[in-house]
T-cell receptor, first 114, second 111 residues
Framework: EAGVVQSPRYKIIEKKQPVAFWCNPI?????LYWYRQNLGQGPELLIR????????DSQLPKDRFSAERLKGVDSTLKIQPAELGDSAVYLC????????????FGQGTRLTVV | TQLLEQSPQFLSIQEGENLTVYCNSS?????LQWYRQEPGEGPVLLVT?????EVKKLKRLTFQFGDARKDSSLHITAAQPGDTGLYLC???????????FGTGTRLKVLA
């Protein structure tokens, strides 16, 4: 069974440029999470989806970050414009649903903003 | 804002040694999870504990949830180089399914 797939694995952009990350969760998983992990720290939740609905986006910096999960499957996370402080690993995870909280993580996208 | 503090931050030990890492908070959790993350990979779930005082074993790993459900520990017996990684705890408070991750313990086991 395929795991959570993220792309790209690495991205280097100049500040003020836009960037987008893509995530394909495990088939049948209704809940999808986007996390940001700074170097040497634990992941921080940005947004959680139940199917296509964003049920928790309280930690998403909405002035520059946006996310969507059309049709309740794949998801994209966008930053526009990127700032130097956005350099981090962006992790996507999925679980069967909110109650079954075993989350499976993708390998992440390492973003470097220069 | 609940905060999960893990200690130690870094640990470097020789193969065969035992170790314990801790996860502490002032908040009460309805459940707590432990993950291991290897470089360049996402975290992988090791265990979920939900009952105060609960002890779970996974081969050489022993997980304990504190009686008051505010803290947890992970004990590794006879550590091996394959145990090297970042160990993360994550807790969810009652009524939510939102897991907050701790600061992590980076373990290195030397052959």
């Amino acid at each position: 069974e395929a795991g959570v797939v993220q792309s790209p694995r690495y991205k280097i952009i100049e500040k003020k440029q836009p960037v987008a990350f893509w995530c394909n969760p495990i088939s049948g998983h209704n809940t999808l999470y986007w996390y940001r992990q700074n170097l040497g720290q634990g992941p921080e939740l940005l947004i959680r989806y139940e199917n296509e609905e964003a049920v928790d986006d309280s930690q998403l910096p909405k002035d520059r970050f946006s996310a969507e999960r059309l049709k309740g499957v794949d998801s994209t996370l966008k930053i526009q414009p990127a700032e130097l402080g956005d350099s981090a690993v962006y992790l996507c995870a999925s679980s069967l649903d909110t109650v079954n909280t075993e989350a499976f993580f993708g390998q992440g996208t390492r973003l470097t903003v220069v | 804002t609940q905060l999960l503090e893990q200690s130690p931050q870094f640990l470097s030990i020789q193969e065969g040694e035992n170790l314990t890492v801790y996860c502490n908070s002032s908040s009460v959790f309805s459940s707590l999870q432990w993950y291991r993350q290897e470089p360049g990979e996402g975290p992988v779930l090791l265990v979920t504990v939900v009952t105060g005082g609960e002890v779970k074993k996974l081969k050489r790993l022993t997980f304990q949830f504190g009686d008051a459900r505010k803290d947890s520990s992970l004990h590794i017996t006879a550590a091996q180089p394959g145990d090297t990684g970042l160990y993360l705890c994550a807790g969810a408070t009652s009524g939510t399914y939102k897991y907050i991750f701790g600061t992590g313990t980076r373990l290195k086991v030397l052959a």
